[in-house]
């Protein structure tokens, strides 16, 4: 069964990885699925999707178990931002976290991993805009971070991540991130939304987080 949206956006995905000298099939796409119910999500699922991102815990939870019951190998990412009083419930809900961005936080996901046994994907979020409203790490503390994560909680970070702010243009907080990512040795790239997939392809994303663009504006 084909989905319209999920479709056009995965043509559009390939001819930017086509345009960028890309590997085909390269960059993850990851559905995001938020405010959207299953009578939305069970189609994107039907035509084959298996990846998808969700910014709420507990949305995700009232959504997903059922929906993984039925077909046991999907994946699901936390895109939005975590308190540490919920970091037990993301760790048995989802299979990446990109939105890593405080002591406190990687501290609650490495003693829960820990204790349920379980190795997720994740990311730090990286606030290249500086918006005082926004979450993520500042960019001259990356660095300094990235080594807290890994020698005081013993977490592993694949790569980083970021939202550029609303109104501006993309290409230079893409580009600092994809910078940052490599002076640092993280190979993954988390950035691109529906307004700007192919530009942030452009600039190595390796994991594109795509919502309207496939099932319409939200409500
Ligand atoms: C909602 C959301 C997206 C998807 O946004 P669209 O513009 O609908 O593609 C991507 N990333 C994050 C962090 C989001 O919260």
Redesign the pocket.
Known sequence: MSHTGLDAVSQKLAEAERAAGRTPGSVHL?V?S?TFGPEAILPVIAAGHRVF?E?RVQEAKAKWPALRADCPDLELHL??PLQSNKAAEAVALFDAI??VDRPKIAGAIAEEMRRQGRALKLFVQVNTGREPQKAGVAPEAVGQFLAECRDIHGLTISGL?C?PPADADPRPHFEMLAAMAQRNGLAEL?M????D?PVAVACGATHV???????G??G
Do not use: D, E, L, P
């Open positions: 990851i995001v938020k991102g910014n895109i939005g990109h939105t991540m939202i988390s691109g939304m529906s307004g997939y987080r795509v919502g309207s663009a496939i099932f504006t939200r």
